[in-house]
């Protein structure tokens, strides 16, 4: 199939932002074209997060994306905090007014919205190496690209970028147009799967002198676990019984509670940092998810945040095709940014408070315990971990 040279919206990068927009805009009736440098297959194997707010879930149901999340999704009402050798339970439910989070990996989310896509929805084209963004200000914004060896070109009424930090998208704003923030933290995360059957019903984040660490899954037989390692660390100088004899010891509490080992079939090392891009559009031009904002992940917020730009945009441009009006379009990094920020100071906020800095001092540790005993003991504290963590409504 040849991309048509014209359309309402044109949209770059097929993981889940430019997936779920595209799909949020086909049932609204906006013309949408999404074009993908790598093949499908890649597309689908990238592995990313796996916690989805009760907002995302939401629009993935509405947007016809939710069958096989409600069958194979586990959700979760709570996380459990252990430190000082103690554990303390974060119930959302209770904390929030009944909002939780589900356990569905980005691979399943983004193999779902491509199923979609493919069988009834709006172009989408892998193997399409986009090469410029062109006349950003303009009425007529212009993708070139490169298919099947033959140089193209899509004309947009307007163009959305959600191919990443490094994407072409971003490069089309002038220079000194974006303002940058970022932050990058002294540690990394060593990140594993194993076929082995969780150790826990829910999410452990686990503060020790030795280090964080996490234990998560991806379904009932597989578990992804974390540990805080220093920058630039190779994960093959960590043998399998290293990782889980350092695993056991960062998760160590009073109590009879044991981590259940198995073979570990993956192995890579994380690099923690924050970003957040300003302003999220240039004229026709606006970007979405990780091509304008990074947060570590000890909050669980990327693609959390990257569905909720563009449910903002989705409704912009239903509001553009239904009244004539620019003004949601005009507002929607504003809209955005507000809760941007307020994802990037939790991501922050679990991140520094959960980790050892090398350089930290036992005064910083303390400072660290008496942040988590007061969750553990305030419930206005630990509502607060709560509401952040199953997260914003979206508007």
Not at 19 to 46: I, K, T
Not at 63 to 68: I, Y
Not at 276 to 302: C, N, Q, S, W, Y
Not at 367 to 374: A, E, K
Request: hydrophobic share 40%.
């Amino acid at each position: 199939m040849t991309a048509p040279s014209h359309t309402t919206v044109g949209i770059v990068g097929a993981g889940p932002a430019g997936l779920l927009l595209a799909r949020l805009l086909h049932n609204a009736g906006v013309n949408c074209v999404v074009l993908e440098s790598r093949d499908r297959a890649y597309v689908e194997q990238r592995q990313r997060a796996g916690i989805l707010e009760q907002s995302t879930v939401d629009v993935l149901r509405a947007s016809g994306a939710g069958e096989r999340l409600d069958r194979e999704g586990i959700p979760h009402e709570g996380i459990e905090l252990r430190f000082d050798r103690r554990s303390f339970r974060v119930d959302f439910p209770a904390l929030t007014g009944g909002r939780r989070v589900w356990v569905y990996a980005q691979t399943e989310v983004v193999k779902d919205l491509i199923a979609l896509q493919l069988a009834d929805g709006a172009p989408l084209f892998f193997d399409t190496e986009v090469l410029a963004v062109e006349g950003p200000d303009t009425d007529s914004p212009v993708i070139r690209y490169r298919r099947d060896g033959v140089e193209r070109t899509l004309t947009c009424g307007y163009v959305v970028g959600c191919d990443g930090f490094h994407g072409v998208t971003r490069r089309a704003i002038p220079e000194g147009v974006l303002r940058t923030y970022e932050r990058t933290y002294p540690y990394s995360w060593l990140g594993i799967l194993a076929d082995v059957a969780p150790s826990c019903d829910e999410l452990i984040y686990a503060h020790s002198p030795r280090g964080f660490a996490l234990h998560s899954m991806r379904s009932e037989t597989v578990s992804r676990l974390y540990l805080q390692v220093p920058n630039g660390e190779d994960p093959q100088d960590w043998s399998d019984e290293r990782i889980w004899d350092e695993l056991d010891a960062r998760f160590a509490v009073d109590g009879d509670w044991r981590l259940a080992r198995g073979p570990i079939t993956s192995k890579a090392v994380l690099p923690m940092r924050s970003h957040v891009t300003e302003p999220m559009r240039f004229g026709r031009v606006f970007l979405a998810g990780d091509a304008a904002h990074i947060v570590p992940p000890t909050g669980a917020k990327g693609l959390n945040l990257a569905a909720a730009d563009v449910v903002v945009l989705a409704r912009a441009f239903t509001h553009l095709k239904e009244s004539g009006k620019t003004d949601l379009l005009e507002a929607y990094s504003d809209t955005c940014l507000k809760r941007v920020w307020r994802a990037e100071h939790f991501s922050y906020f679990m991140t520094t408070t959960l980790h050892t800095d090398p350089e930290q001092s036992p005064f910083t540790t303390r400072l660290q315990l008496s942040q988590l005993d007061r969750i553990a003991t305030s419930p206005h504290a630990a509502a607060e971990v709560a509401e952040n963590y199953a997260g914003l409504t979206i508007g």
